[in-house]
């Protein structure tokens, strides 16, 4: 499938959806570094000594678009995230890219994160939630 402008193609975007089916990681050498109210949070170290991360998890009680709204708007995490030093969004060559300057207590130091910003909704299975039952609106409204 043909890749957007700079971000993934849809393939490889059903692929990362595939791997919500698992309840870790597969293949390398990923650490699960934080599980707590049924959110895994894995990390893969990289040859440059940088980590890779990957979440998982289901919020039971969050409606996908309420959570795509929270993300996607950059004025409302500047007030919800103290970590926030510099945030701002810019188009270049027709695409929305995002700078993003977190801030971190000494001894760590700020880093510089750019992306680029969008929003892509499909269908998808439900699947289990951490105690054991389907997530209340999971059928209708996955992501």
């Given amino acids: 499938m043909e890749r957007a402008s700079g971000g993934f193609s849809e393939e490889q975007f059903r692929e990362a959806c595939a791997e919500l ?9 990923w650490q699960q570094l934080v599980e ?23 919020l039971d009680n969050c409606l996908p678009a309420v959570l795509a709204d929270v993300y996607m708007d950059l004025d409302y995490r500047k007030q919800w995230d103290q970590y926030v030093k510099d945030l701002y969004e810019k188009e270049c060559n027709g695409e929305t890219v995002v700078y993003w300057q977190v801030k971190y207590p000494f001894p760590m130091s700020n880093r510089d994160v750019s992306f ?22 999971c059928g209708q409204h996955c992501p």
Avoid: H
């Avoid at 089916?21 to 050498?29: E, L």
């Avoid at 707590?36 to 289901?58: M, P, R």
């Avoid at 680029?116 to 609106?137: K, Q």
């Fill in 36 to 58: 707590t109210l049924g959110i895994s949070i894995y990390g893969l170290l990289d040859q440059t000594g940088l980590y890779e991360y990957k979440v998982f998890g289901v």
């Fill in 21 to 29: 089916q698992q309840p870790a990681p597969a293949g390398a050498d």
């Fill in 116 to 137: 680029l910003l969008g929003f892509l909704s499909v269908s998808c299975a439900p699947w289990p939630s951490p105690n054991g039952g389907m997530p209340s609106r």
